[in-house]
């Protein structure tokens, strides 16, 4: 297993500005926003008079939260990781995209066969899911949200993939892998992204620390004769990327391989610091 921190460098379509005192400033396309991140525990390098022509500010508020606005648009649309996003800063402090990902979007494109069934698990918008079908794949796009699975259509659709084998399901993902197993459906591929806590479409629970193990199960007994990859991803605090690599070890004992897992992180622009975002495990053949 190799431990690496996969980073995401700035871009026309988005960048980090500045980060600090648990806030960071960021540019989606030509539109500046200013969003809360506990992570970032250090000094600002930029003046407060800089920070303050973000368009949009949030402010946490209970388990939601406000954006004190200014000339924000409602939604826009960037260019990112060679596919359109449609940006919407929603109550809950996302805006649609995960720009730490650009990283796990290349891989998957390098590791994928013309044809191969991909499944993504837990897919909100869809950034993964765009970059399977641009390498020729047939995907199974699953969240739990009806909101963010046609905001990852449209995703598809902006970015010239709207005509591709995607197929976008709600659902709950334990209950859509205990159908697959017994439909007795394989996969060549599989991305997920766990979250720490939430609800399917007919209120199902899902609890990081009770449902995970059981999530990996189904994963493995859902996995084709030849494999491609099994990618994880993970925001839930508190956890190691260790957790995850140890979950794919048996890949490699089945199937050979490799095991890569570590941190996501964003490089700050004009300045030597990165921001850690989230951590990952991948295994490919």
């Not at 993964?128 to 046609?150: I, N, R």
């Not at 260790?242 to 570590?262: D, P």
């Not at 990165?274 to 991948?282: D, E, H, Q, S, T």
């Amino acid at each position: 297993m190799n431990r690496v921190t996969l980073t995401a460098k700035p871009t026309e379509g988005y960048s980090l500005l500045d980060s600090g005192q648990e806030e960071k400033l960021e540019r989606f396309g030509d539109v500046l926003l200013a969003r809360p991140d506990p992570q970032a525990l250090w000094p600002k390098h930029l003046e407060e008079g800089e920070w303050t022509k973000a368009q949009g500010r949030y402010e946490r508020k209970n388990k939601e939260g406000v954006w004190h606005a200014q000339n924000l648009p409602e939604e826009w649309q960037i260019q990112y990781g060679g596919f359109t996003f449609l940006i919407k800063p929603t109550s809950f402090k996302h805006t649609g995209l995960f720009p730490e990902q650009i990283s796990n979007w290349e891989w998957i494109q390098e590791n994928i066969t013309l044809g191969a069934k991909v499944l993504n698990l837990f897919g909100y918008t869809g950034g993964a899911s765009l970059a399977a079908a641009a390498a020729g794949a047939e995907v199974t796009h699953v969240d739990a949200s009806k909101t963010a699975v046609s905001w990852a259509s449209e995703n598809a659709k902006l970015s010239g993939l709207g005509e591709k084998p995607i197929r976008w399901i709600v659902e709950d993902a334990i209950s859509y892998l205990e159908r697959e197993v017994k439909r007795g459906n394989k996969y060549d591929a599989v991305i997920m992204d766990p979250p720490a806590f939430g609800h399917g479409p007919k209120d199902e629970l899902w609890k990081f620390e009770e449902h995970f193990l059981t999530l990996m199960r189904l994963v493995e007994e859902l996995l084709s004769d030849k494999p491609l990859f099994v990618l994880i991803n993970g925001y839930a605090a508190g956890y190691s990327p260790l957790a995850f690599a140890y979950n794919l070890e048996s890949l490699t004992k089945k199937y050979g391989g490799n095991v890569e897992y570590g941190d996501l992180a964003i490089a700050e622009e004009g300045s030597e610091r990165v921001l850690p975002c989230g951590i990952f495990a991948r295994w490919s053949v």
